[in-house]
């Protein structure tokens, strides 16, 4: 028998006693009050919802990431690096300096949730909020601290539980996590308890259920029941995976945070899988793992990829931010290898990650080349399962029958499916990475929707707000003046271990070892006459698809066209003050009338068909744009073949040998256009046409 303490030790703290609901328990005062614009004047309160008529589950939820909200941000001022729309005269809107680094004004931020409230409160059961309520440390003159951090976050929050209330009392509940610059120095987290968990459980003492504060305040970690009895959502604090965070060291060693969190998220989903339940995980890092961008420590990607393979029928969906770029990721279980998790072998393939600076527009699209590059490497048996689509949604009176032949063995995988985990892909696994609210390109919003077929009469969350508590305010003075030389000391420990990490001798290519270590185990697989998973299989919980949201900055910042920075003298600048048009966001795109991407759904064998088109790479003959230039040659020589009088002779020989060479030049790759549109959409219909073309040639 494998030594099981360190399980069990965690285990004894962390697991605790199931509840048949997850209200939220609050101690602050109710009071709802009105968005407030810069200049301190009330927006019109939206209609808000009927209390006299019961609530209904909708199937769908708002995601929504990435706010970076800047009081500092002052309009028409410089976007120039280093000056973060902070002083000097330049081009910053009033709502946002949009495809520059600046962060978001506070009136985006308003403006943002004024909108929600008023278009997609009632529309939604519930809001995953995936971090970074603060601003990036952008500007030297004006550096971060604690009250910063600390106080844009609480004012979010506060507008979150405005945005979502009636009389004070939520209508849904709201499930945040960290974002990488939600602490300082930004990027490290270290073990908990400490006191960003005790300052934070006191911020979000709206969205975590009492029952759940223990397991919060050990390491930042937490589950909401958003559907009673139906639904969880699980909160995971991404800063111990996160291979940048020089506070902690994996996923490997018992004694740090990222082995104790992996080991929570396996007792819970085991716990709800014996409820009969689902789950959807959301966090701030998505675990990104390609050549030059590995988000995770190499042992909690094994992990996290390992727990999703073995509760694959309970998982749903998984939901990210960070990247600020729209675009989605494809774990393979192929790429398991159990020898990388035992701690004296510990082998991270990401110490690069440490040493990155930043993720540019650049190393973006590096980034999502090397993303087709991957899917490109797909097996053959996606294609064949396009031609074999007759899946239908299941009713539950089938899941036994399903249950009993999806069980046998897979004896018989037409086409070759057993190459990509059978019928369902079950190979793979799906991580849904929303593009941000900060106008690094454009604001953006996700509304996601899922099956809820014969659930629609569910008992729906319940807040139970309680106003005579107290009020719950942060005050980071009190926090010891040592703290930051403690984290200074604790980095310079990690970084001394990276470094002995570094020097240990690295195992053969593809050499996948039995695990050794006593405390790695293994979560319990799907039980044998279980169907597959709402991520694979349609059902109650599958994700049927999302509309997308974005504003248009550039044309309600309503900016003067063809100003350089710099070129702004005050008196240009009183008389052509721009006049900012109506806020409001509009449609982007949505996945269920969406013609290139052709999602028929959001579940893993869907974007596993998508992910083969993006890929798609060989030559296929020469495109229409090729024949139409090729025709026009023709014509040209044809024209041409008296020549002018003009010309001489040895000119119009010339002119017929260049045309010629033209015409036998070697056919160009033809245009992917799905590759095209991914590439549009990721950096949300920014770029234009000529750099796209350039990036997806």
Request: with cysteine; proline share 5%; charged share 30%.
């Amino acid at each position: 028998m494998p030594n099981l303490g360190a399980r069990l030790l965690v285990a004894a703290v962390l697991l605790l006693p199931s509840v048949t609901s997850s209200p939220i328990l609050d101690v602050n005062n109710g009071a709802v009050t009105n968005f407030q614009s810069e200049d301190g004047s009330d927006y019109a309160t939206p209609p808000q919802h009927d209390l006299n008529q019961p609530r209904k589950l909708q199937g769908r939820f708002l995601h929504i990431t990435d706010f970076h909200p800047d009081a500092f941000y002052k309009p028409y001022t410089s976007t120039q690096e280093g000056i973060a729309c902070h002083r000097k005269k330049g081009t910053a809107g009033a709502y946002g300096a949009e495809t520059t680094e600046c962060d978001s004004p506070l009136s985006l931020v308003d403006a943002t949730l004024d909108w929600v409230r008023t278009n997609l409160k009632d529309q939604v059961d519930f809001v995953v909020w995936t971090g970074d309520t603060a601003r990036h440390d952008s500007d030297e003159k004006i550096p971060r601290n604690k009250s910063d951090v600390l106080g844009t976050n609480q004012l979010v929050s506060q507008k979150m539980v405005d945005a979502f209330s009636d009389d004070g009392q939520l209508t849904i509940p709201i499930i945040p996590t960290f974002g990488n610059n939600d602490f300082l120095p930004h990027n490290i987290f270290y073990q908990g308890p400490n006191k960003w968990l005790q300052a934070y459980s006191e911020i979000w003492h709206r969205f975590i259920p009492e029952e759940q504060r223990h397991s919060f305040g050990f390491g930042g970690w937490f589950e909401v029941e958003v559907i009673p009895d139906k639904l969880s959502v699980f909160s995971l604090n991404t800063m111990y995976f996160f291979d940048r965070n020089a506070g902690v060291d994996g996923c490997a060693d018992p004694l740090e945070p990222g082995f104790k969190h992996l080991e929570w998220l396996s007792i819970q989903l085991q716990r709800v899988r014996e409820r009969g339940m689902k789950a959807m995980l959301i966090g701030h890092v998505p675990p990104a793992r390609t050549e030059s961008k590995q988000n995770w420590d190499e042992t909690c990607w094994q992990k996290y990829t390992m727990w999703l393979q073995q509760f694959r029928d309970v998982v749903a969906g998984s939901f990210y931010g960070h990247m600020n770029i729209d675009h989605f990721l494809l774990q393979d279980t192929k790429d398991i290898d159990l020898g990388l998790l035992s701690d004296d072998e510990n082998v991270s393939l990401a110490q690069r990650g440490k040493k990155e600076k930043g993720f540019s527009s650049k190393s973006k699209s590096d980034y999502l080349r090397e993303l087709r590059n991957s899917w490109a490497d797909l097996p053959g048996a996606v294609k064949n399962s396009m031609e074999d689509d007759d899946r239908e949604e299941v009713e539950d009176e089938d899941f036994e029958e399903l249950g009993k032949k999806h069980r046998k063995k897979k004896k018989k995988h037409g086409h070759g499916l057993k190459k990509i985990g059978g019928k369902y892909g079950e190979r793979y696994q799906l991580s849904l990475i929303s593009p941000s609210v900060v106008p690094n390109f454009f604001p953006t919003l996700r509304v996601v929707e899922y099956n809820i077929t014969g659930i629609e009469d569910s008992p729906l969350w319940t807040d139970s707000f309680k106003s005579e508590n107290g009020n719950h305010l942060i005050t980071p003075e009190l926090w010891e003046a040592d703290d930051e030389q403690e984290q200074v000391r604790l980095e310079l420990k990690r970084d001394l271990s990276a470094e002995g990490k570094k020097k240990r001798k690295k195992g053969k290519k593809g050499h996948k070892k039995k695990p050794t270590d006593p405390n790695l185990v293994i979560p319990p697989e799907p039980p044998k006459d279980s169907i597959p998973g709402p991520a694979y299989l349609p059902q109650a919980f599958t994700l049927t698809g999302y509309t997308q949201y974005f504003a248009n900055l550039t044309h309600i910042n309503n900016q003067v066209e063809d100003t350089a920075e710099g070129d702004l003298s005050n008196e240009s600048l009183e008389n052509d003050k721009p006049k900012p048009r109506e806020f409001k966001y509009e449609i982007e795109y949505s996945t269920f009338t969406d013609k290139v991407y052709k999602l028929r759904d959001l579940t893993v064998r869907s974007y596993l068909k998508l992910a083969y088109r993006i890929g798609k790479q060989e030559l296929e003959g020469v495109s229409t744009e090729e024949i139409d230039e090729i025709d026009e040659l023709n014509e040209d020589d044809n024209d041409d073949t008296m020549g002018s009088e003009d010309e001489t002779s040895a000119e119009r020989q010339d002119k017929k040998k260049k045309k010629k060479k033209e015409k036998n030049k070697k056919p160009k790759e033809k245009l992917n256009k799905t590759w095209r549109q991914f590439v549009r959409r990721a950096f949300v219909s920014t770029i234009s046409e000529k750099e796209l073309k350039k990036l997806t040639e």
